[in-house]
């Protein structure tokens, strides 16, 4: 089964400084990746997909993501990082084995640091 | 255009009860999806419904079941509840075609389930 990994619990970054959140991929076949958001107490919000081309990926709120197929990483990037970006981040792929089924990954917590 | 809208958004059950949660899809979409999310980690897959019918499902046992209405509405329901069953439920919809399976989930706010 295709599935994702984020390899780190939490992110520390200062504001203003750029920040990374990592995310790992094994999938059989092309990957359909995603990124999605959770502040507390709501629902997970769309950020970007990776389906085929550009290896930069750009999305809501300023976030982009690369995607490196040697690597098998889909990481999720953003220049300059805000108070306001301190959230719940998942990464997801899309799960042909399991009906084209959107997998989630256990989620990486985003602290900006004032 | 309205969003995913879950109802109730919190309730308390006990051991051994039957819960019914439900979902109003986005406006234009035709596909439900329902997560599970546990304190502290990612939503796991429960099931998805397309054109009324279960189209795939995760690692739930039966007593996890679900229905899907002419409007696209959806109710999750779950019977003989146990502790472990304590979690945040939360109801994703899509529009998908026969070809296209999964697309970008528009997620509603949840329900959150606390048994006794």
């Known amino acids: 089964a295709q599935s994702v990994a984020q390899p780190e619990d939490q992110v520390n970054v200062a504001e203003g400084n750029p920040l990374t959140v990592k995310c790992t991929y094994s999938?059989?076949?092309?990957?359909?990746l995603f990124w999605y958001v959770q502040y507390p107490n709501r629902g997970l919000q769309f950020l970007l997909k990776y389906i085929t081309g550009d290896n930069l990926v750009k999305g809501s709120y300023g976030f982009e993501a690369e995607f490196n197929k040697s690597q098998t990483s889909f990481h999720l990037k953003k220049p300059s990082a805000l108070v306001s970006d301190s959230a719940l981040y998942f990464c997801a792929v899309r799960d042909i084995a399991r009906d084209d089924k959107i997998i989630f990954g256990k989620g990486t917590r985003l602290h900006i640091l004032p | 255009e309205t969003g995913v809208t879950q109802s109730p958004t919190h309730l308390i059950k006990t051991r051994g009860q039957q819960v019914t949660l439900r979902c109003s899809s986005q406006s234009g979409h035709n596909t439900v999806s329902w997560y599970q999310q546990a304190l502290g980690q990612g939503p796991q897959f429960i099931f998805q419904?397309?054109?009324?019918?279960?189209?795939g499902r995760g690692n739930f046992p039966p007593r996890f079941s679900g229905l899907q209405f002419p409007n696209y509405s959806s109710e999750l329901n779950v019977n003989a509840l146990e502790l472990d069953d304590s979690a945040l439920y939360l109801c994703?919809?899509?529009?998908?075609?026969?070809?296209?399976?999964?697309?970008?989930?528009?997620f509603g706010a949840g329900s959150r389930l606390t048994v006794l």
């Open positions: 419904y397309y054109r009324e019918e279960e189209n």
């Open positions: 994703a919809s899509s529009f998908g075609t026969v070809l296209s399976g999964a697309n970008v989930l528009t």
């Open positions: 999938v059989s076949g092309n990957p359909y």
